[in-house]
């Protein structure tokens, strides 16, 4: 028996343990093979495999993006063949549409798109053959044209028999994600927002990626680092990254997530000598996401969103990571970063020096200041809380199955523990099983400060000048415009 006669039969077997169909052959495992093969039914063998209808996998999937095939369908339809090419993976195990690739195999396999179906078996390449079908059309491998007629595809690989053909499913890519969040996420209305995301270590890639999964259509993306090899270990960015900078490997994250998202990149350092771009970057956008981990840069933000009366949130992981702090600033209705630094400065400058750079830029002095160890799951609580956070404001003002969260989500500062980090003001929390009223690990805080009614970014810092040492206000000179 030749191996397309043996796999033709394997197929068939397959279709009838689907159907649940006393079939013609059963599959049995051949020990001196060590493959599955197909037998007759009455022939002994020494082992019969249970196999079920999800073990039809072993075929190898093509996907075709039905976005495009509607594109292209006109052009099909007239000229009756189109060509396509596909990222081959594993072997060409799996065959997936260029289309549909943010990062491809690196390896290519071009095919000729039929309308209607192919005669014959081709000598060599592969040609996919589109033919009408009457399976249901909210089957995967049923592409309903822009006619509204249920078409099906099959893959026809030039120099191999007929038994070889596979099926082709389609990726509706929009619709299939939307139906994953319909009825909790208000995806219409998300897809329309815009959020700004300032730093993208660990923290800030994690929260882009995870409001991308949500639907967010639009990300604004800014960083100047690029990721190196012992970033992979937390960054969501992998080895294969390593050089790249950190927004451009966030954008590809995002894009792998939410296809249709708009993504800008913005490499540059976020410093007072360019808080021109910035502020032209906050006013672009509903939300600010700040994940940098130094106080300067998050000041600065601070100030151009309050000016902007933009939302933020901040947020940051201790030094090594022992537990994460978020802060979110609505101007002039909570307090804001700056508030954040004169209440509480210890707690707002308990950074985790996560990288290089800001080793370097925390070491000023003579001291020398080290890059701290940190696990990436002690991180990703952090993130997952911010980018919650993240959605209830984006959502704010509009209906929405998250609206049930703003009672439990209406402290300006959240904090969150790990573990018991010795020499901090946690190292003697009691343990969790037996704490009701004390702080403990693994869970989150919301903890209520008050603004500062005279804060000099977000209060009105004139008046509380004048009143403390008895001035007339009006007598005061006007602050220096700022630019
Ligand atoms: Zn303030």
């Known amino acids: 028996m030749s191996t397309g006669d043996q796999r033709s039969m394997i197929r068939e077997a397959m279709q009838a343990i689907a159907q649940r169909k006393p079939g013609k052959s059963k599959l049995v495992y051949d020990k001196t093979k060590r493959t599955i093969v197909a037998v007759s039914e009455g022939v002994s063998t020494p082992k019969a495999l249970n196999i079920t209808a999800d073990d039809a996998d072993m075929f190898g999937v093509v996907t075709l993006s039905s976005g495009w095939l509607r594109n292209k369908w006109p052009d099909l339809t007239k000229l009756g063949s189109l060509a396509v090419d596909f990222s081959s993976w594993d072997d060409g195990d799996a065959l997936t549409q260029l289309e549909l690739c943010i990062q491809g195999s690196g390896t290519q396999a071009p095919a000729t798109l039929v309308f209607g179906q192919q005669q014959g078996q081709p000598a060599e390449g592969m040609v996919i053959s589109i033919v009408p079908t009457d399976k249901p059309t909210h089957r995967a491998d049923v592409f309903v044209s822009p006619d509204n007629i249920a078409y099906r595809a099959e893959l026809i690989e030039g120099g191999k028999p007929a038994g070889d053909r596979r099926e082709v499913v389609f990726a509706d890519i929009e619709p299939q994600l939307d139906l994953r969040r319909a009825g909790i996420l208000e995806t219409t209305i998300l897809k329309d927002r815009t959020v700004l995301c300032i730093g993208l270590g660990t923290g800030g890639a994690h929260v882009a990626v995870e409001l991308a999964k949500s639907g967010v259509g639009h990300f604004i993306l800014v960083d100047r680092d690029r990721l190196s090899v012992g970033n992979v270990v937390r960054h969501p960015g992998g080895i294969s990254q390593v050089g790249r900078t950190k927004a451009n490997v966030t954008r590809d994250l995002i894009l792998e997530k939410n296809p249709n998202a708009q993504v ?20 672009a956008a509903d939300l600010v996401i700040c994940g940098t981990d130094n106080r300067q840069s998050k000041l600065l933000i601070n100030e151009l969103c309050v000016s902007a009366n933009k939302p933020a949130v901040y947020g940051g992981a201790f030094r090594r990571a022992y537990g994460g702090q978020i802060l979110r600033v609505r101007p002039k209705h909570s307090p804001c970063q700056q508030c954040f630094v004169s209440a509480l400065p210890d707690e707002a400058s308990d950074v985790e020096v996560s990288s290089q750079d800001d080793a370097d830029a925390i070491a000023y002095s003579d001291r020398p ?23 209830l404001e984006l959502l704010a003002d509009k209906s929405s199955t998250l609206n049930v969260l703003k009672r439990d989500f209406d402290a300006p500062w959240y904090l969150w523990l790990n573990r018991p980090e010795p020499g901090t003001q946690y190292a003697d929390m009691p343990p969790l099983s037996e704490s009701r009223d004390e702080m403990t690990i693994n869970r989150w805080y919301g903890i209520y400060f008050e603004r500062d009614e005279q804060c000099p970014v977000c209060g009105d810092f004139l008046a509380g000048f004048a009143a403390a040492y008895s001035i007339d206000p009006a007598r005061l000179p006007a602050l220096p415009e700022k630019d």
């Open 264 to 283: 800008d990149v913005h490499i540059v350092d976020v410093g007072f000598d360019n808080r021109g771009t910035m502020g032209g970057l906050v006013q």
């Open 369 to 391: 200041v080290a890059v701290e160890p940190g696990l990436s799951l002690d991180v990703l609580p952090i993130a997952t809380q911010l980018a919650k956070l993240a959605l």
